[in-house]
């Protein structure tokens, strides 16, 4: 069973701050994405990443894969309060019949 | 991109209801999709794979008979609770990929919150 362990859960700071999500697995993943979601909402990806080592930048927000492709993390830079939401790692498996192993998700709250 | 599509958006019902819930693939096929149920604050908890054509794959724990689910065309999967109770309350999320599953990202429905008196 693949498992993501995702930290932190629970994220609240201020306006301005940088911040950083891990994602961490023992186990390998063909491609990894993060998703941020909304109360009453479906998730939204944000970003796919497949390439062990990969960075890839979002206006303020900078996803990197790493070498080994069993972790992920996401880190948001002078955070805003239209930031706030649930973010998603999930991490997809080509021979496990496409499905994705999600991460436990880090609520992210931006104080104005 | 790809868009899916989720319907109903929020059902309230008495206990003892059937509900169906619909999952739809708007610009692309998906002989895949998939069925989640969330709790506030927590993560998706994957229901069952949705196969076109076939059965459906249930994980550990959830209740074939309670939820069933139907695959009939490449575009449409529908999820219906049978004989619902409070404790079925819950936000239910579908979602798909577009292209061989597990090469693409999966997209996701808007979610169905399902509240039952």
């Known amino acids: 069973t693949q498992l993501l362990e995702q930290s932190p859960q629970f994220l609240s700071i201020q306006e301005g701050e940088n911040l950083t999500v891990y994602c961490n697995s023992s186990s390998v993943f063909s491609s990894l994405q993060w998703y941020r979601q909304e109360p009453g909402e479906g998730p939204v990806l944000l970003v796919t990443v497949v390439t062990g080592g990969e960075v890839k930048k979002l206006k303020r927000l900078t996803f990197q894969f790493g070498d080994a492709r069993k972790d992920s993390s996401l880190h948001i830079t002078a955070a805003q309060p239209g930031d706030t939401g649930l973010y998603l790692c999930a991490g997809a498996d080509i021979t496990n019949a496409g499905k994705s192993t999600f991460g436990d998700g880090t609520t992210l709250t931006v104080k104005p | 991109g790809a868009v899916v599509s989720q319907h109903p958006s929020w059902v309230i019902c008495k206990s003892g209801t059937s509900v169906k819930i619909e999952c739809r693939s708007l610009d692309f096929q998906a002989t895949t999709m998939f069925w989640y149920r969330q709790f506030p604050k927590q993560s998706l908890m994957l229901m069952a794979t949705?196969?076109?054509?076939?059965?459906?794959?249930?994980e550990q724990g959830v209740e074939k008979d309670k939820f069933l689910i139907n695959h009939a065309s490449l575009t449409l999967s529908t999820l219906t609770v049978t004989s619902a109770h409070p404790e079925d309350s819950s936000f239910y999320i579908c979602s798909a990929n577009p292209g061989t599953a597990g090469t693409q990202p999966q997209h996701f429905g808007d979610g169905t919150r399902l509240s039952i008196l």
């Open positions: 949705s196969n076109e054509g076939s059965k459906a794959t249930y």
